[in-house]
């Protein structure tokens, strides 16, 4: 894989690619990228920690997010340049903050939490408040990334009398085209209770990240949060407190990243060039075979600094300490 050279990043992809299990070889593939510095999540074990099943224990539960984030403290220790990402399940308020203090001291440049209601709570809830200080304390952000909630519809959904599909890889247990087709209604929801609920209000400081989970919606929610607000707040005294639109706060606030198919230079001109950060997915095969190829073409003839904003400067934005010299 390293006599790839430059095609590392279109021949080396998924579980066979060069730094899939191993950091030292991952810090060798972040060395022919030229990657400055890159977030590190993890893929099959978040599915304990985030499952929605109410039944597992939390002993279980959270034992299984302290394993994940061992390892991934592990696997970024010895490169600067690896930030790794945390993961913290929210069912359960009071081992929240435990792990969260973990995953801290341990190094975490990011904590992964997941896209779904947990405990039978909104992420606004009152109770997570103390979640969402401390965060804003470390000068860490959140970030939502798929695998964050299922990822396949409920099994009625797919009932339509014909074969199953198959999913984009060829196989069953990743994303199929209905998947796909309503992946942003997760983080969407979720992050549309958060603003509803006050918290980037409460917490101005409080920085996100939307990973993986596409941008193509993004313009419309600002729209439907803004009209949402603007028309509601008559009748619920929480949103008359707002002194920002949530089109303010969520640019302010959050990022998100387009999958490479999607048209970048026409999601800035629907919203603003504030929002989007670029990625690779490197080494996940939706990243594409020549990511910044595509992201140019879309790109067309925007300036050099919305140029810089995709690339660099609105990660920097979320993660000001992942500066590089």
């Keep these: 894989m390293i006599a790839l050279g430059d095609n590392l990043i279109e021949r080396s992809k998924e579980i066979q690619a060069l730094g899939a299990f191993d950091g030292r070889e991952r810090s060798k593939a972040v060395d022919m990228l030229g990657f400055k510095k890159q977030l590190v999540f993890a893929t099959h074990s978040v599915a304990m920690p985030f499952s929605p099943n109410s039944k597992i224990p939390p002993k279980l539960r959270y034992g299984a997010a302290r394993a994940h984030n061992r390892h991934m403290a592990h696997f970024c220790g010895d490169d600067s340049r690896l930030m790794g990402v945390a993961v913290v399940p929210l069912e359960e308020p009071a081992l929240v903050l435990e792990e969260l203090e973990f995953a801290l001291k341990s190094g975490a440049k990011a904590i992964w939490v997941p896209h779904h209601a947990c405990g039978g709570r909104s992420p606004g809830h009152v109770e997570f408040d103390p979640f969402w200080t401390r965060l804003v304390e470390a000068n860490i952000p959140f970030v939502m990334h798929v695998g964050g909630s299922p990822l396949q519809l409920d099994k009625a959904w797919i009932n339509n009398g014909r074969p199953p599909v198959k999913d984009w890889m060829g196989g069953g247990e990743n994303l199929r085209t209905k998947d796909i087709a309503v992946l942003h209604q997760g ?131 979320i993660f000001p300490e992942a500066r590089a010299s």
């Design 187 to 317: 983080p969407e929801t979720f992050l549309s209770m958060m603003l509803i609920d006050g918290v980037f209000e409460r917490f101005p400081k409080l920085r996100g990240g939307c990973i993986e989970l596409g941008a193509g919606w993004v313009p419309a929610m600002l729209v439907r949060l803004d009209w949402t607000v603007k028309i509601w707040s008559k009748t619920d005294a929480n949103l008359a407190r707002f002194t920002r639109k949530p089109s303010e706060q969520l640019t302010q606030q959050m990022a998100f990243t387009p999958f490479v198919f999607e048209d970048i230079g026409a999601l800035i001109d629907r919203s603003n060039p504030d929002l989007y950060l670029f990625s690779t997915d490197y080494p996940h095969t939706e990243g594409g075979r020549n990511p910044i190829a595509r992201f140019e073409t879309s790109l067309g003839d925007r300036s050099e600094q919305i140029r810089d904003r995709f690339y660099s400067e609105n990660f920097l934005r």
